[in-house]
């Protein structure tokens, strides 16, 4: 049985830093592109970054380029999403999610994605 474990979220003021992970079992997540998403009250779903197998061709939601960085440890089978500058607008519920077979243009797409994490919520605020 295949499933996706995240853990890492948090309340955290404006300016902080959080780091998310996402740790994968019953299959080898080194063959899987990794999308990160987020889930704020009232909104969809919206993709914030995808990493392509051996941390190859990252693509990311313009809102978080330049604070956000993920990676991968295909060793411990976890994917690693590090959050930094950290904005209100930036709270929501995080979703790591698992492609064998990524179509770089729908990297953002929900339906792309075979697996998902349970999510962890983000709170962002003073």
């Known amino acids: 049985q295949v499933q996706f474990v995240e853990s890492g979220g948090g309340l955290v003021q404006p300016g902080s830093s959080l780091e998310l992970s996402c740790t994968a079992s019953?299959?080898?997540?080194?063959?899987?592109?990794i999308g990160w998403f987020r889930q704020a009250p009232g909104k969809e779903r919206e993709g914030v970054l995808c990493t392509g197998t051996k941390n190859q061709n990252t693509y990311y939601a313009d809102s978080v380029k330049g604070r956000f960085t993920s990676s991968r440890d295909d060793a411990k089978n976890t994917a690693y999403l590090q959050m930094n500058s950290l904005k209100p607008e930036d709270t929501g519920v995080y979703y790591c999610a698992a492609t064998i077979a990524l179509r770089a243009k729908l990297w953002n797409r929900t339906s792309e994605y075979d697996y998902w994490g349970q999510g962890t919520q983000v709170t962002v605020s003073s």
């Open positions: 019953g299959l080898s997540l080194g063959y899987y592109a």
